[in-house]
């Protein structure tokens, strides 16, 4: 049985994926459905981490917190973290410019591959500084931290505070009271 290769499928550009409907995310001209939407307990674990960035970075004067927000990373990748840090913010009115500083993203039976693998290479290369996953089926978050070009995990917990050392200030983000 032959398979296809996902370099024998057609890519797509930027201009591609603002014409089509539905959530989707394009990984190097590759389409990926962002679908079925997310289940309530992502939603919720989800909506717990936003609520406390900007409470904590309120000390971060250069750094707001975003909410399912699209990064055009380039004209061929453009994906949406669940919850991201930005400093020196520089949006337009459709998408991220500037690497975020911290990405976090809720894992999904459905999304928890690409989570863990692409998006995790993604980040990386892009100079992401930390990249935090959070595992409802478990409570777990991973602390994955940038060092010399590559993740670290720093840090498993579901119940302590963790802070994040960003150029601008330190954040504290209290992982009981979102996992």
Not at 11 to 25: A, I, M, P, S
Not at 104 to 122: A, G, Q, W, Y
């Amino acid at each position: 049985m032959a398979y296809i290769k996902l370099e024998d499928l057609p890519t797509y550009t930027y201009v591609d994926y603002l014409q089509w409907k539905g959530r989707w995310e394009l990984i190097e001209g590759h389409p990926y459905a962002m679908s079925p939407s997310p289940v309530l307990e992502h939603q919720h674990k989800s909506g717990k981490i936003h609520a406390q960035l900007p409470l904590r970075l309120e000390g971060c004067a250069d750094c707001q917190a975003v909410l399912a927000t699209d990064w055009k990373i380039d004209n061929e990748t453009v994906l949406c973290p669940d919850n991201a840090v930005v400093c020196h913010l520089q949006a337009d009115d459709h998408f991220i410019i500037r690497t975020p500083a911290i990405i976090f993203e809720v894992l999904s039976p459905s999304t928890k591959r690409k989570d863990r693998n692409e998006k995790f290479h993604i980040y990386q290369e892009q100079g992401v500084s930390y990249y935090v996953m959070v595992d409802p089926a478990t409570d777990l978050a991973e602390i994955y931290q940038l060092l010399n070009g590559r993740y670290h995990l720093v840090k498993e917990t579901t119940r302590e505070i963790f802070e994040f050392d960003l150029a601008e200030c330190i954040l504290k983000i209290d992982f009981s009271k979102c996992c």
